[in-house]
């Protein structure tokens, strides 16, 4: 069964939609994972550059068909043989409304994507999801159905407290929804080299978290990244291929947190 992961963060633009893309492309392409990614984000940012990467002109279904039919196997969109994407468009704003229509309970709300998950769980390695970065339906529904979060932490003050009130907001759900997820690491992402406010906050973060919570690979600040949000992501060039090695870096100790994990419950 599918182990499934939301990248989380309550601060916007720390990086977690391209850290869900690339955590999801070197599953697939260097460690031989079959990978679901998930776009709950109206904005639609990780269907684009997923669609733009495989020269995909059109995205028919969408996730919020998927939640008003409640099959979400018929969204489904087949990148490549071991790459799925549920992509997701501005129509999906109207979660909410929908959610509230369909039904009375509020734990049914939140955990109707852990129920519409249950029939395709057994068809992947990994499932990943990409969520707005706030306090809302959206966060709720993936949180339920994870199994696990990584959490995206942009190395400045206000993602660090984004990712305290996540964390929070974590044990709330926990308390009142009985939410069971685990938190699989700290990532932090855009670092400059040797800028002191980037390394003070890290380890502030090692502090609040835990030195064996944040991970040690970061993801660096690379202008390459920002070429792949016009041209899809590459494999041309060794400015490529410097770009994918901090991400396949991080995405192997990803694996290995959650194998740990895995192997840890087996014995509770």
Known sequence: ????????????????????????????????????????????????????????????????????????????LEVEENLHLIPASLTFKNLPKFLYSKFEEEIEQVSYLKQLLEPIKDDYDYILIDVPPTISDFSDNAMMAADYVL?????????????????????????????????????????????????????????????????????KHLERLKAWDVTGITDKDQHDRKAHKVFIDATKELIQKVGHFEEAGKYE
């Open 1 to 76: 069964m599918a182990k499934t992961i939301v990248m989380g963060n309550f601060k916007g633009g720390v990086g977690k939609t391209k850290v869900s893309v690339m955590t999801a492309w070197e599953m697939v392409h260097q460690f031989g994972k079959k990978v679901l990614l998930i776009d709950m984000d109206p904005q639609g940012n990780a269907s684009t550059l997923i669609a733009r990467s495989a020269g995909i002109t059109e995205l028919q279904n969408t996730i919020f068909t998927g939640f008003q039919t409640g099959d979400l196997k018929s969204t489904i």
């Open 151 to 219: 959490i995206i932490l942009q190395a400045q003050e206000l993602s660090l407290e984004g990712s305290e009130t996540y964390v929070s907001y974590l044990q709330f759900m926990a308390d009142n929804y009985d939410a069971d997820i685990q938190v699989a690491g700290v990532l932090p992402v855009l670092l400059r080299p040797g800028s002191r406010v980037d390394e003070s906050t890290v380890e502030r973060a090692k502090e609040l978290f835990g030195d064996d919570n944040v991970m040690t690979h970061y993801i």
